[in-house]
């Protein structure tokens, strides 16, 4: 059965694989404690605060398997897709502190942020819209043909949307390359699964409009991993998208205004016990693909790297106030940008 | 130089650049097989292919989201709204998504939304609306409103070689009924600039869409009486061309601003509030509007009727105004 061996092979993820994904999964818990629990406490953050807390796993599991020229919608619960690409903590920070030295320059904050070049289209608050757009991202890289896709993630909360439903059934009808990645984190702002559907799973709804839909536990990195390989794989080769539900739970308030009272205790308290990074941990402890110091290594690296971020995000100047009226409109050879960022020869 | 009407001024500006540039492609409903509602699209698929002519579901959030996604990878898209009136249904993505993107994180979004507006054809409530004002209030947006011919070939390609989302209101009464000489060869109408339509001296008509045609008949009329009109045609409202149309005012001394759209918010109140902060001391008497009441648009004849502005209307309104 040899072909079933390779497919076993290509199935799991190789040790440098999951150290990689060990290591965004701690950095996203460490940068977001950062951004929630550190600078927004000192007042160094100003505006709403949301962070993955809980859920760091479905991004990084998915996320980690693109590929140069492929696209990416993150949610605001989605941070480590920017790490991921490529983006610099850095600019994130920037972005978090309103610096001159983000991607948006000031004009947007947060989690709001994106950089086309490495293909990450910034989300907006209106939950879910970006979906549509990465339908219209992978029409550009279907007609490329070059196998690249978009990943699109949202929200339970969202998949109550009609955004939701117009991407998802036009992506089906054109046969478009995207995963629809939906982080069920139990809790839309306050109204809990009961209030926003009435089905039992929300994978139902992939073959509800014609595509393959699967459930998996969003707090194992390696099933979340398991089930974006495939659907990446159909993707790529022309079979169109796919819907991924990942269960989890939202370890925090929706922001960080909100201390979530409305959530039981004995709920977090077993959402708790099932933390993603503990378990991934522990798994590649006792698989051997880490040792006890390697992980320390890492997680001191992880500390280092944030200080030089966030202290080079701080020492970045804030923006021009004057500046608030510039860059409205792209016109070429007058671009308050200096160069519209814009991918080519998708 | 062949004869066009408005409709196959469209037509062939959007056929040029279909063929000029590769990454222009359209999507929208019944715009393939069909050829659009209107046929504004009629013979593209046959021409340019499936992949560049996307038929769609009836989504128009997805087909703006879409647009924005394919403008975001270097594509240029041209979405048809089969009627202005639908495009409330893709309004979060317009001027959430497609208007802010460049402004806060830089990328281009190359895209144009076109689609009949306007009323006179007994489409009633939700087949006539003027309501390019939605996105008139949202910076990053340009809204172009072509009333000629010749514009409106010149516009289309310039909206769609523009690297900003452009809404492009084209008036479905105008389509078949304006005929005018069109030239040929590649032009374009540059985006911003109004046009003079008719000189005068005594009185300005500042305007847009069809009522340029109002107003024109209305300038002739008025003509017989000794009274000579000005017509300016803002041909974009968004961002309009502040210059030309205070040059206008204060030569003539005297303005009604004129439009199908309703009354309060209209474009109307916009132009009235800069001549009163800039051309104030030009002005020989107040400024006027003539416009559509404030009321959804009517379907019966005689209430659609009652609800446009018409020549009468204009007439009745500079009579009013040139005793000043």
Wanted: glycine share 8%.
């Amino acid at each position: 059965m040899p072909k079933l061996k390779r497919a076993r092979r290509r199935a799991a993820p190789d040790a440098a694989t999951l150290e990689r994904m060990l290591y965004f999964l701690k950095l996203t818990r460490e940068a977001e404690y950062r951004i929630e629990r550190v600078l927004y406490r000192q007042g160094k953050i100003v505006g709403g605060v949301y962070t993955s807390r809980g859920q760091e796993a479905i991004t990084v599991g998915t996320a980690i398997q693109l590929v140069d020229g492929d696209v990416v919608t993150p949610t605001h619960r989605d941070f480590a897709a920017h790490v991921i690409r490529g983006l610099p903590l850095k600019d994130i920070f920037c972005n978090w502190l309103g610096r001159v030295g983000a991607p948006t320059r000031g004009r947007d904050g947060g989690p709001h942020l994106g950089d086309i070049r490495r293909g990450i289209i910034a989300p907006v608050s209106p939950v879910g819209a970006w979906c549509a757009v990465a339908c219209g991202a992978a029409m550009a890289l279907k007609r490329a043909g070059k196998g690249n896709i978009a990943l699109t993630f949202f929200g339970e909360g969202t998949s109550a949307r009609g955004d939701i439903h117009e991407a998802m059934n036009l992506a089906a009808v054109m046969k478009l390359p995207v995963v629809f990645v939906c982080n069920n984190n139990a809790w839309a702002y306050s109204t809990p699964v009961e209030k926003e559907y009435a089905v039992k799973s929300l994978a139902v709804r992939g073959p509800a409009y014609g595509m393959p839909g699967v459930s998996v536990d969003g707090n194992d990195v390696l099933a979340v991993y398991a089930a974006a390989q495939k659907a990446m794989a159909r993707a790529r080769v022309g079979k169109g998208p796919s819907l991924i539900e990942c269960r989890t739970f939202r370890m925090t308030g929706h922001s960080a205004h909100d201390n979530a009272e409305y959530v039981p205790e004995k709920l977090k308290r077993q959402w708790e016990k099932k933390d993603p990074i503990d378990r991934f941990q522990k798994l590649l402890l006792t698989r051997r693909v880490m040792t006890r110091e390697r992980v320390a290594a890492l997680d001191t690296a992880i500390q280092r790297e944030l200080d030089e971020a966030i202290a080079q995000a701080e020492a970045s100047p804030l923006p021009d106030g004057a500046d608030a009226v510039k860059g409205v409109y792209c016109e070429p050879g007058d671009c308050w940008w200096g160069k519209p960022s814009v991918v080519r020869g998708a | 130089m062949p004869v066009m009407t408005y409709l196959d001024a469209i037509r062939q500006g959007i056929w040029e650049e279909m063929e000029r540039d590769p990454n222009v492609f359209l999507l929208g409903e019944d715009i393939g097989a069909y050829g659009g509602a209107f046929k504004v699209t009629a013979g593209m698929l046959e021409k340019f292919g499936e992949a560049r002519v996307i038929d769609t579901p009836i989504s128009e959030s997805a087909i703006v989201g879409a647009a924005v996604g394919a403008a975001l990878m270097g594509l240029r898209p041209v979405a048809e709204m089969q009627f202005m009136d639908f495009i409330s249904c893709g309004f979060d993505q317009i001027v959430n998504m497609a208007a802010k993107i460049h402004y806060r994180w830089g990328p281009s979004v190359p895209m144009v939304i076109r689609g009949p507006s306007g009323a006179g054809v007994h489409g009633g409530p939700f087949h006539s609306q003027s309501n390019e004002m939605w996105f008139v209030h949202t910076p990053g947006l340009k809204v172009v409103v072509p009333a000629t011919a010749y514009d409106a070939k010149g516009l289309i390609k310039a909206s769609i070689r523009d690297d900003n989302p452009v809404i492009f209101y084209e008036h479905k009464f105008l389509y078949r009924r304006i005929k005018e000489e069109v030239p040929e060869d590649d032009y374009v109408v540059p985006l911003g600039k109004a046009a003079v339509r008719r000189e005068g001296r005594d009185m300005t008509i500042i305007t847009y869409g069809a009522m340029v045609w109002t107003a024109l008949e209305a300038a002739e009329q008025l003509a017989k009486e000794g009274l000579e009109l000005e017509v300016v045609d803002l041909r974009t409202l968004l961002p309009y061309d502040e210059e030309s149309v205070l040059a206008s005012v204060r030569k003539c001394s005297k303005v009604i601003l004129l439009h199908e759209d309703t009354r309060t918010g209209g474009m109307a109140g916009e132009l009235a509030a800069l001549i009163a902060e800039k051309a104030f001391e030009d002005l020989d008497g107040p400024i006027v509007r003539v416009t559509a009441p404030d009321t959804p648009v009517p379907f019966s004849p005689p209430l659609e009727e009652f609800f446009l502005p018409n020549a009468q209307k204009v007439i009745e309104a500079a009579r009013r105004l040139a005793a000043y």
